[in-house]
């Protein structure tokens, strides 16, 4: 049986073009401007909604802040580590010998036994800080002179936080209970740096 002969006309003959380069040319068209366009109004309406979202109870919080925190205050912690001490008992291990008559006839042994006993758990707590953006070169050198005027800081006025100034810091406010050489707000308000709260 023969083949058949080929047709006399095909798709370029009636002024087609092959489907396959049709498809490229759309997808061509179809760029990331053109999704862009279409994602526009999306976009837009998922912001407005993000904008009345109300923000976390501890946005503007420190690193760490205490339950109850009002939001946009700052904190830190002090941390003390817990008092571990070694205990040495004296422990029996035979019980004395005795007569009928009640006589000691040979004294009750003992052995020594050491452990390790936590005379003072570990504690954890917070004081309130200036916030980081309150803490201008301008703030830290009168921080730096403030600390100098009291005898605590001899460095130079650099208005750099310094391991000289945290160290000053820490001289100062550790009588106030703070042992710590970040900066309190309770130090702060006692050397004229930060405004103190009025109650009513």
Do not use: N
């Not at 939001?71 to 003390?80: E, K, L």
Request: with cysteine; aromatic share 4%; glycine share 8%.
């Amino acid at each position: 049986m023969s083949a058949l002969p080929p047709l006399p006309f095909g798709p370029s003959s009636l002024g087609l073009r092959p489907l396959s380069s049709r498809l490229i040319r759309i997808r061509s068209r179809v760029g990331p401007q053109v999704r862009l366009r279409a994602l526009g109004p999306s976009l837009a309406l998922l912001s407005l909604l993000a904008g009345c979202v109300p923000p976390p109870p501890f946005a503007g919080v420190g690193r760490t802040a205490p339950p109850g925190a009002p939001p946009g205050t700052c904190w830190d912690t002090v941390i003390v580590p817990a008092r571990v001490e070694t205990v040495t008992d004296q422990v029996m291990v035979a019980p004395a010998v005795k007569a009928t008559d009640g006589r000691v006839l040979e004294p009750a042994k003992f052995t020594s036994e050491t452990r390790q006993e936590i005379t003072r758990p570990r504690e954890e707590t917070y004081f309130q800080t200036p916030c980081p953006h309150a803490l201008s070169p301008d703030y830290i050198a009168s921080l730096q002179r403030a600390l100098a005027a009291r005898g605590t800081y001899s460095g130079a006025i650099t208005g750099a936080l310094s391991a000289e100034t945290r160290a000053a810091i820490r001289a100062y406010q550790t009588p106030l209970g703070i042992d710590s050489d970040t900066l309190s707000l309770r130090a702060a308000r006692s050397l004229g740096l930060s405004a103190v709260e009025l109650t009513e």
